[in-house]
């Protein structure tokens, strides 16, 4: 299977723009996927925060199942700052407001005995496509933020005010090497990864694996596939959509890339694939 890398120059400039700009901030909100949040955990960023204080959100949790909860609670029982959400809903506003206050809280009362004032600065960070841009706009109220469906849409950072905070939007960054190509895969999965440098066929069947392992069920549901080999559940699919090219082959790239649509797009259901090993593997807990 060909090995996934991404690491453009940007990303380069952009961790050192970061690491530049960490001395201005209070706190750091650190944006992972709920589906995949041991995944979308870039250790690299992690070590450049320092012992500044660290909130990690869980995005996207309207599309994550019980996984991610259990996930969330691991974090929180070794001492994290941790909050599940989904950046797309203003019901989440507050809830994402109390905890990054409650994180810079000392600091706040520390500034007032001092007669000083000023917005608590929260540097915001994450891998491509975790929401930090969709997160922004939530808390600003209004699309201050870029923000688009392609992993790599912010390019350069910036700071928006969110009323008692100012918020720094940075580009999304990937570790300069990805040592576990499972847990590439999974960024793979969900749009976190540059999709023209991927085989999307060999994504397609790898992700068929893990479905027909953890979740047989939502196959079965969306495409009337009942088990088997990867590549036999991949043919189910291409039979059961009409993915099917003259000479009776098989169409599998528009196969992977329904696949893929309706993973991302939530159509196969709430899912988790990352587990306690998987978090303890990249350092969360």
């Excluded at 000392?106 to 491509?128: D, N, S, T, W, Y």
């Excluded at 933020?145 to 928006?160: C, I, S």
């Excluded at 990805?178 to 999709?195: E, F, H, I």
């Amino acid at each position: 299977m060909k090995v996934i890398q991404w690491f453009p120059g940007h990303m380069a400039k952009a961790m050192r723009m970061m690491e530049d700009n960490l001395k201005l901030c209070d706190a750091v909100v650190f944006v992972l996927d709920a589906r995949v949040p041991a995944a979308s955990y870039n250790a690299r960023l992690a070590d450049m925060v320092g012992g500044k204080p660290v909130l990690y959100l869980f995005n996207k949790g309207d599309m994550a199942d019980g996984g991610a909860d259990e996930a969330l609670a691991l974090v929180q029982r070794g001492g994290g700052a941790a909050l599940k959400i989904s950046a797309l809903s203003p019901a989440c506003v507050r809830p994402l407001q109390a905890a990054m206050e409650q994180l810079v809280a000392g600091k706040r009362e520390r500034f007032a005995q001092k007669g000083a004032a000023r917005p608590m600065r929260f540097l915001v960070a994450g891998i491509p496509n975790t929401g930090k841009s969709t997160l922004i706009n939530l808390l600003s109220g209004g699309r201050k933020a870029q923000v688009g469906d392609k992993a790599g849409v912010t390019r350069a950072k910036q700071w928006v005010r969110c009323g008692a905070f100012e918020l720094l939007d940075t580009p999304g960054t990937m570790p300069p090497a990805l040592a576990d190509q499972r847990l590439a895969r999974r960024l793979a999965y969900v749009g976190c990864v540059n999709d023209d440098i991927l085989d999307k066929e060999e994504i397609a069947l790898a992700l068929l694996e893990e479905l027909g392992e953890r979740y047989p069920e939502r196959l079965a549901q969306r495409y009337g596939i009942q088990g088997g080999a990867p590549l036999a559940m991949y043919e189910a699919l291409c039979a059961r959509r009409g993915f099917v090219l003259r000479g009776g082959e098989y169409d599998y790239t528009r196969g992977a890339l329904a696949l893929l649509d309706d993973f991302r797009k939530g159509r196969l259901g709430r899912v988790c694939l990352d587990g306690a090993d998987d978090l303890r593997a990249v350092g969360l807990i």
